[in-house]
């Protein structure tokens, strides 16, 4: 058991950690010191603790500047883990380390073990070039004139770099907190999100197109797309960020519910035109992907009374 | 001296023809009125056009369009005139024919002694000189001589071919023969000297009906133009119907095309271009007139469209991402505000018709917010049955019942096939 001296920045964050083992400590300039520190505006021999059993005291020593505690000139008094002192221009938290017992060791999330495998660099690698020949795919499926490649890269290559960005961010951020960046899994799991919102949207597509668009799907299009973002979120949040489990969930679903809403709002909030509207799914795809049997003409004018049925409720809606 | 005989006929008959526009003119002027449409609100007139007397009960004749804010709103507008001496006096609708864009309009202080022109008892013969008069621009009453053309070929509703000018303003004026007999009513122009006259058996129809003057405090005039509307339709649909539809080849189809007399046809395609990537050509046939409702409602009308595309250079996939954006951007022939009908709702299902092409048919429908049973049907398909070339059909029909719109539907679903 020992007193522990830290020293603060001014919003709180632990700059030094200093543990001395002795009944009574002694502060100051002077190299005598058990804890020395270098403020020019400390005296030789500032602050003097005393641990009576648990209990530790403080005394300024006829100091020039004299000593705050807790934002007050106090020369002596009782010190502990909520009280802040200010001697110079120094902040010190001072407190009995049996005062202050540190919070139950954290397991390993399952997922931890996991994540290794996502820290393969040839995973990483071999993701971002599928990513990119699905970009390059795109590029050649919305050309009407004679493809090049060479035309398609620069754009394939600058919307790469701009989705490098999420990844590169999370690193950062890592790195801001004084840990390591781990990019690899942060790509990898990027990538690996991408390429799920690719297969969603394509598998709806082809529901849409065999089954018609039902009302529902764009409702589960954005279920599964947030799913997906929720996901690559916390993940990214999991690999670089430490923080606790409460807090990451939070702050994930706080961030992409509030996204969520913002594109709701997008959706439905605008000023409509005054003509009536008119909205269609125009989506065609080639016979390879057509798995529904068509209907003959006659089901389909049956079919089609429901729509006439749908006019006629929305001409009432208004009349009511 | 034949010449000179010859020249000095030519002067005298033009010498002639202005001798009788100007006679025409004073001594008809006082049958002729300006119509104002007065909003109730700000007591200005927010619409004119033109009117004439036909009896002396004080009887006066326009056009639907220019009293069609009120027909829709009569608690928001009031009918007045103002006549060759500058006087003003309230109208009432008396009755009027959406159909052929006439109404009649009643004098609610009529002075006996006011004068009227006479109908004519038949057209006159083709080429004849015949005179519109008309108030264009809110400048005052002016005449317009012109020649009569006859019935205008390929209409469904029937228009007299006028070569004059007529103006906007001169909506609702009179059109008279030498004799000065009203033979028309001027309606729309089509630029350029060509001018559209309602002929005078429809007005002869409409006066010799039982004229109903509401006396009701708060008219309602839908009820009435919803049974013109309904039975212009089934009429309409009649005549579509009358005959097996006429079809012609597009590219590898076979599709419908002047399925009656008064749809015409025009076609296009890219052939020339010769850096062109794939071969589109187009077929797209129309009615040449609508039924003025109101402001932004136009009904009545049918228009058809194909494009054979053949995109052999393409392949498959790129192929249908360039189909689904040529078929994203329809809309329909005809605009409505949501405060004339309600938002269109659609039904998609994938297709076969008996003759085995397969489409993917999108039919959408929106219905009619004052009249009952009458919907506005727009449809837009793709066959997609083949890797690279495919057809995309549209049709736009508006102004019908569901069981003509579902009629219509089916028969034109039909009626497209592949070339054997």
Redesign the interface.
């Known amino acids: 058991m020992a007193v522990v001296i830290e020293i603060l920045a001014r919003n709180g964050k632990v700059l030094e950690h200093h543990v001395v083992d002795k009944d009574v400590v002694s502060i100051g300039r002077g190299y005598h010191n058990d804890v020395r520190l270098t403020d020019p505006y400390i005296c030789e021999q500032h602050l003097r603790i005393e641990d009576t059993s648990g209990v530790l005291h403080f005394e300024d020593n006829s100091s020039v500047n004299g000593t705050l505690k807790n934002g007050r000139v106090t020369l002596r008094g009782e010190l502990g883990w909520s009280d802040k002192l200010i001697i110079g221009r120094t902040h010190l938290r001072i407190f009995h380390s049996r005062e202050k017992p540190v919070s139950p060791t954290l397991r390993f999330h399952p997922l931890e073990a996991k994540l290794a495998w996502f820290n393969q660099m040839p995973l990483a690698i071999g993701l971002t070039l599928v990513v990119a020949a699905l970009a390059i795919l795109r590029e050649?499926?919305?050309?009407?004139?004679?493809f090049s490649l060479a035309d398609a890269l620069p754009s394939v290559f600058m919307l790469m770099l701009l989705a490098c960005l999420w990844p590169l961010l999370f690193g950062l951020l890592s790195k801001l907190n004084k840990k390591e960046a781990r990019l690899t899994p942060l790509f990898s799991i990027f990538w690996i999100a991408v390429l799920l919102m690719v297969v969603i949207q394509f598998g709806l597509k082809v529901i849409n197109?065999?089954l018609?668009?039902g009302s529902w799907q764009p409702w589960f299009e954005t279920l599964l797309e947030t799913l997906v973002l929720f996901s690559l979120l916390w993940l990214s949040m999991f690999i670089s960020l430490q923080q606790s489990r409460t807090r990451r969930n939070s702050i994930s679903a706080g961030l992409v519910l509030s996204g969520l809403g913002i594109m709701l709002l997008s959706q439905y909030g605008g000023d409509r035109s005054?003509?009536?509207?008119?909205?269609?799914?125009?989506?065609?795809?080639?016979?390879?992907l057509?798995l529904?049997?068509?209907?003959?003409?006659?089901t389909?004018?049956q079919?089609?009374?429901?729509?006439?049925e749908?006019?006629?409720a929305?001409?009432e809606q208004?009349?009511r | 001296m034949r010449l000179l005989v010859l020249g000095f006929l030519v002067l005298s008959l033009a010498a002639k023809a202005q001798g009788q526009a100007k006679d025409l003119f004073s001594h008809y002027r006082d049958t002729l009125y300006q119509i104002q449409i007065i909003d109730l609100e700000s007591k200005s007139k927010s619409s004119i056009g033109s009117g004439f007397q036909i009896n002396a009960n004080g009887l006066l004749v326009t056009n639907y369009h220019v009293v069609s804010d009120y027909v829709f709103h009569p608690d928001k507008y009031r009918i007045e005139y103002l006549d060759n001496q500058g006087k003003h006096g309230e109208l009432s609708l008396a009755n009027f024919d959406v159909i052929n864009d006439l109404a009649l309009v009643q004098k609610v202080d009529n002075d006996a002694i006011s004068s009227a022109l006479p109908l004519a008892q038949q057209l006159p013969e083709q080429g004849s000189n015949i005179y519109s008069l008309g108030n264009p621009h809110d400048l005052g009453m002016i005449v317009v001589p012109g020649t009569f053309n006859g019935i205008k070929a390929r209409s469904f509703y029937q228009r007299i071919h006028f070569t004059g000018a007529i103006n906007p303003g001169m909506s609702g004026g009179p059109v008279v023969n030498a004799q000065g007999e009203v033979i028309g009513v001027n309606v729309a122009t089509a630029g350029n000297q060509i001018g559209f006259l309602i002929p005078l058996d429809k007005l002869v129809a409409l006066v010799q009906q039982p004229q109903e003057v509401s006396s009701a405090k708060k008219p309602d005039y839908m009820p009435l133009l919803g049974q013109q509307l309904s039975a212009n339709a089934e009429s309409f649909m009649q005549a579509l119907f009358a005959q097996p539809w006429h079809t012609t080849q597009l590219g590898e189809a076979q599709i419908p095309d002047t399925i009656a007399d008064f749809v015409s046809c025009w076609g296009d395609s890219n052939a020339s271009e010769a850096d062109a990537?794939?071969l589109s050509v187009q077929s797209s046939c129309r009615t040449s007139e609508q039924i003025y409702l109101r402001n932004?409602l136009q009904t009545g009308g049918l228009e058809m469209e194909f494009e054979w595309i053949n995109a052999p250079k393409?392949g498959?996939?790129?192929?249908?991402?360039?189909?689904?954006?040529g078929?994203?951007n329809a809309?329909?022939g005809n605009?409505?505000?949501?405060?004339?009908?309600?938002?269109?709702?659609?039904?998609?299902?994938?297709?076969?018709?008996?003759s085995e092409l397969?489409?993917?048919?999108?039919?959408?429908?929106?219905?009619?917010?004052d009249f009952d049973d009458l919907?506005d049907v727009?449809f837009?398909a793709?066959s997609?049955?083949?890797?690279d070339k495919g057809l995309i059909s549209h049709f736009t029909l508006s102004g019908v019942s569901?069981a003509s719109?579902?009629e219509f539907?089916?028969q034109f679903?039909?009626s497209i096939q592949w070339q054997l």
């Open positions: 050649y499926l919305d050309s009407i004139e004679k197109f065999n018609g668009p005054d003509y009536s509207k008119l909205e269609y799914s125009p989506l065609l795809l080639p016979p390879v057509q529904s049997s068509p209907v003959n003409t006659d389909f004018m079919d089609a009374a429901t729509i006439f749908q006019a006629n929305q001409r208004r009349e | 990537r794939y932004k393409l498959s996939a790129r192929f249908y991402r360039m189909y689904s954006k078929i994203s809309g329909p605009k409505a505000t949501t405060e004339d009908v309600t938002d269109f709702s659609c039904q998609h299902e994938l297709v076969s018709n008996t397969e489409n993917k048919v999108i039919l959408c429908t929106r219905a009619y917010r919907y727009f837009i793709a997609i049955d083949h890797d569901q719109a579902t539907s089916r679903m039909e």
